[in-house]
C-alpha cells in the first residue's frame, strides 16, 4: 500500500518531484564522483599490452610515463587556459591541474622496448611482454 501524503502524491513521486526541483535549483550539479583523469583503454594479448589515454589539452612533453615492475605510472598536468584578467569562468567542467595514474599490469614488460606516441590528444603507449613472460608452447613428445 502506498502512503499519500498531503497533496495527494505518494511518498514516492513527492521525492521524485524533490529531485527534479534540487537538480533545478543546482543547474544540473549532482553529487556523483567526477570521472578518473586521463581516462584509459588497456588491451592484452600473448605479445604484450597496448594503453590508451585520453589527455585532451595536454602538451606531450607535460606527460611522464614511467614503470616500476609491473606497474605504468602516467604523470602530468593540464593547464588553465589564461584568458585575461577582465574575464569571469561562466562554466567549468573540464579539470585542470596534477594528474597521476598508476596501472598494475598482468606482467612485466620489456622496458627498453616501450614505445609512446600522441596524436589528436590520445596518448598511445605499447608495453611489449617481458620474453621470460611470454607463453610458450610445448611440444608433445611421442615414446
Known amino acids: 500500500m502506498l502512503r499519500r501524503t498531503t497533496n495527494g502524491h505518494s511518498v514516492w513521486q513527492e521525492m521524485e518531484r524533490m529531485r527534479r526541483e534540487l537538480d ?3 543547474d544540473g550539479f549532482t553529487l556523483r ?21 585520453e589527455v585532451p589539452g595536454v602538451e606531450p612533453d607535460a606527460i611522464d610515463i614511467s614503470i616500476v615492475d609491473k606497474s605504468l605510472m602516467l604523470s602530468g598536468s593540464r593547464q588553465l587556459d ?3 584578467e577582465d574575464t569571469k569562468m561562466h562554466r567549468q567542467e573540464r579539470g585542470y591541474g596534477e594528474f597521476n595514474r598508476t596501472l598494475t599490469l598482468p606482467f612485466h614488460v620489456e622496458t627498453d622496448q616501450i614505445e609512446a606516441t600522441f596524436k589528436n590528444g590520445v596518448l598511445t603507449i ?6 621470460a613472460e611470454k607463453p610458450k608452447k610445448i611440444a608433445v613428445q611421442t615414446a
Do not use: I, K, Q, Y
Not at 570521472?35 to 594479448?45: G, K, R
Not at 605499447?126 to 620474453?131: D, F, G, H, K, N
Open 24 to 26: 533545478r535549483m543546482s
Open 82 to 84: 589564461d584568458l585575461g
Open 33 to 53: 564522483r567526477a570521472p578518473t583523469f586521463p581516462a584509459l583503454n588497456v588491451w592484452t594479448n600473448s605479445e604484450g599490452a597496448l594503453v590508451t589515454a
Open 126 to 131: 605499447t608495453l611489449p611482454r617481458a620474453e
